[in-house]
């Protein structure tokens, strides 16, 4: 056998491992009760229904969830872009002492184990009355999204000629006006693209949220404590909800996350 | 319009010092070029100037303001870049039209200013593309536009046409030298081409090193090179440099002697003459020596011989149709009053004391 048809069959054994259940959660999803519980399941979608869904909508503490989980990763996009963006721009723009450190520091948060991180967290939290609060899930996710943050901004900012800014600034602007009217326009979609990234990593992160919350749930913490005492139809739509925001935006700015992972293998 | 004044500035990055106490003046009106080597801190003065850099000492003038401490918005200068620096954005006309917007210029001065720098550069039909749509040589003239609608009292250039393709810079450059005779604004134009800094400049400030080492008319330059270095990076070929003994008031080829303007300081002279100023014949001349043909080059419009004078080579162009093979020996005579005398150990020229 040659090395590529080797590959290839790895690459599809690769594909199927991921698809397949994704492939399985969507269906049920979509079924009605009797096939969620059918043994063995058919490969297509057996009878179309949304009782599945309209079920995990009408468990109560679900809709609470999911805005909970919006307002979260909504203030985590907010902070990546917000404080990313200008990091990014001076590592981009400006040489200063330690550039190279600082760049590798903003990895290196990401090394740090949650698990370690989340009592001393949860204890500071209590004190500064941010447990179980929107805002406190936030700040941590935003310490989880900021270094990618920074890296995509900084890649983004560094494919963006310094002669256009140059040209703006002899041609009468300041720098903050240089920067709204020519390097803003052209990072807008690279800077929708880090906004959407924050946001999915806040939503599908599941290990703080639930540490630090009790009442004030977002979706994926919400789930991890339901799950176990519930029915296989409420666990498939709850699957659902978990992945297909991830699934979509990670699709629609996968162009950008290739940027990322060049930088970040740097 | 105004001149540009630069006195003594020092640029230092890091531990290299790029510019090394340069001055400089620009008369009001005038083409100027930079030239130099890559690396000789030509491209750093214009930023500097621009106020893209800061020096580490001097001082620039604009006019009369001392415009040192000013950001670049405050000069009234424009500049063309290098990779034209047109914004990808914005459509033909909102790029001519960007810094008049920033001045908050009156609509109907708007239209005008932008129309009229179109048309100087052949780009009216283009006003509502995108840069995208252009091809190189028509991105040039958005920037060249760009920067003359503004009105500078200065405009600088960087390299403006080395992204080009040769028979577009020739064009172009044509096309630069007939706007700016026009437009009469200040020039400053940075540029490695020798060839486009005599075609284009009023005069030339050859730099090399961090240093201006002359400012002068273009056939100056080239004739009366102030050192080694300018008559070594101007012309192509280059200026000949022969190292010749010197006796008394005089320098000595074989039997042939050549008066000298001043004793130099050593046993030595170097002699440096044109290949163009070196009269080639076959049969032995009165005021000529001998020297032996090692290659010779036909380029279309002359011929290009490579000699041997003792250990020394040199080079000679002559007419296309004269008899030239390698192995020959021939009669070379100097042109009195194209010679340039320069002393071999400083490089620098006997009768042209160093700029500062």
Redesign the interface.
């Known amino acids: 056998m040659s090395t590529r048809t080797i590959y290839l069959a790895l690459a599809v054994l690769l594909a199927l491992w991921v698809v397949v259940p994704i492939f399985l959660i969507a269906t049920l999803a979509f079924s009605d009760r009797a096939s969620v519980f059918a043994w063995p399941k058919g490969i297509l979608p057996q009878h179309f229904s949304l009782e599945t869904i309209s079920f995990f909508f009408g468990v109560a503490g679900v809709g609470k969830a999911i805005g909970n989980s919006l307002i979260v990763a909504g203030l985590t996009l907010l902070f990546a872009v917000l404080l990313g963006a200008p990091a990014g721009y001076a590592l981009a723009r400006y040489r200063f002492a330690g550039a190279d450190a600082y760049r590798i520091l903003i990895l290196l948060t990401r090394a740090f184990p949650l698990a370690i991180l989340a009592i001393p967290l949860a204890v500071r939290f209590i004190n500064l009355g941010l447990y179980d609060t929107p805002l406190g899930v936030a700040l941590v996710h935003t310490a989880l999204a900021l270094p990618f943050a920074v890296l995509v901004t900084s890649s983004l900012f560094l494919g963006i ?1 310094r ?2 800014e ?9 720098r903050i ?1 240089a920067f709204l009217k ?1 390097v803003l ?2 990072a807008l979609p690279g800077l929708a693209a880090t906004a959407i990234f924050a946001f999915v990593i806040s939503w599908n992160e599941v290990f703080a949220a639930t540490l630090l919350t009790l009442r004030e749930r977002t979706l994926p913490a919400f789930l991890l404590t339901a799950l176990n005492d519930s029915p296989l139809p409420f666990r498939f739509a709850g699957g659902f909800f978990l992945i297909v925001p991830a699934l979509v935006f990670i699709f629609v700015i996968r162009r950008y996350l290739f940027t990322l992972w060049g930088i970040a293998n740097r | 319009m105004a001149g540009i004044r630069v006195e003594n500035i020092v640029k230092l990055f890091g531990r290299v010092k790029a510019l090394n106490g340069v001055s400089l003046e620009v008369r009001d009106q005038e083409f100027v070029v930079l030239l130099g080597p890559s690396g000789c801190g030509k491209t750093t003065l214009l930023r500097i100037i ?3 850099e800061h020096a580490e000492s001097g001082r620039v003038f604009i006019g009369d303001r001392d415009v040192t401490a000013l ?3 405050s ?1 009234k ?3 063309v ?3 034209y ?1 047109v ?3 914005l459509t033909v006309f909102e790029n001519i039209a ?2 008049l917007r ?2 908050k210029a009156l609509p109907e001065r708007l239209r005008a200013q932008v129309e009229r720098a179109a048309t100087l550069m052949h780009i009216e039909n283009l006003l509502e593309r995108y840069p995208a749509q252009l091809s190189g040589g028509q991105r040039q003239r958005v920037a060249v536009a ?1 920067a003359l609608a ?1 009105e500078p009292e200065v405009l ?1 250039m960087d390299e403006p046409l080395s992204n080009l393709d040769a028979l577009l810079r020739l064009e172009m450059r044509a096309e630069l030298k007939r706007l700016l005779a026009e437009s009469r604004t200040t020039t400053l134009y940075v540029t490695h081409d020798q060839v486009e800094a005599m075609s284009l400049a009023d005069r030339i400030a050859v730099m090399n090193a961090g240093r201006v080492v002359q400012y002068d008319e273009p056939m100056k330059v080239y004739q009366e090179p102030a050192d080694t270095f300018v008559g070594g990076f101007i012309g192509s070929p280059p200026m000949n440099f022969l190292r010749l003994p010197v006796e008394g008031s005089q320098a000595r080829i074989q039997s042939l002697t050549l008066e000298l303007p001043s004793s130099p300081p050593g046993k030595d002279v170097l002699l440096g003459v044109r290949p163009e100023d070196l009269e080639a014949h076959l049969e032995p001349q009165p005021q000529s020596f001998p020297a032996r043909v090692l290659v010779v080059e036909p380029l279309g419009s002359h011929l290009l011989l490579t000699l041997a004078y003792e250990q020394q080579q040199l080079k000679v162009t002559v007419p296309p149709d004269f008899a030239a093979k390698s192995g020959q020996t021939l009669w070379l005579r100097p042109q009195p009053g194209r010679l340039r005398w320069l002393d071999p150990a400083s490089g620098q020229s006997l009768t042209h004391a160093r700029q500062a």
Do not use: D, K, S, Y
């Open positions: 000629p002669e256009l140059e040209a703006a600034w002899t041609l009468g602007c300041n006006q020519v326009p052209l | 621009a106020g893209l950001p670049p918005r000069r200068i424009a500049m870049f290098q990779n620096a914004f990808p954005h960007f810094g920033m001045q760009r503004v600088l």
